[in-house]
């Protein structure tokens, strides 16, 4: 019973054909379209956005550090102390 199973399972299966193509698929339904661009194109710009957010920002705390250095170093002046070594 068991083998007439297998038997009738495995005449299924290879009678079973492989799917064959039915040609190319069209070139809409393979590109993304306008829509694939505009998201691609708005990503691209906040990306942008970012970056030049993030060097202001960097500078910014550039500046700070420098202005933070001199002020230490004028205030070391002022008490006649001996200007310290800028720690990195």
């Given at each position: 019973?068991?083998?007439?199973?297998?038997?009738?399972?495995?005449?299924?299966?290879?009678?079973?054909?492989?799917?064959?193509?039915?040609g190319a698929?069209?070139?809409?339904?393979?590109?993304?379209?306008?829509?694939?661009?505009?998201?691609?194109?708005?990503?691209?710009?906040?990306?942008?956005?970012?970056?030049?957010?993030?060097?202001?920002?960097?500078?910014?705390?550039?500046?700070?550090?420098?202005?933070?250095?001199?002020?230490?170093?004028?205030?070391?002046?002022?008490?006649?102390?001996?200007?310290?070594?800028?720690?990195?």
């Amino acid at each position: 019973m068991i083998a007439d199973a297998l038997l009738h399972l495995s005449v299924r299966l290879a009678a079973t054909p492989a799917p064959t193509p039915s040609g190319a698929p069209s070139d809409d339904s393979v590109t993304p379209g306008v829509l694939g661009f505009v998201v691609t194109f708005f990503i691209a710009i906040a990306v942008v956005l970012l970056v030049l957010d993030m060097v202001r920002r960097i500078r910014r705390v550039r500046y700070r550090a420098e202005i933070a250095e001199k002020l230490d170093a004028e205030q070391a002046d002022q008490r006649g102390d001996e200007p310290e070594a800028p720690q990195r």
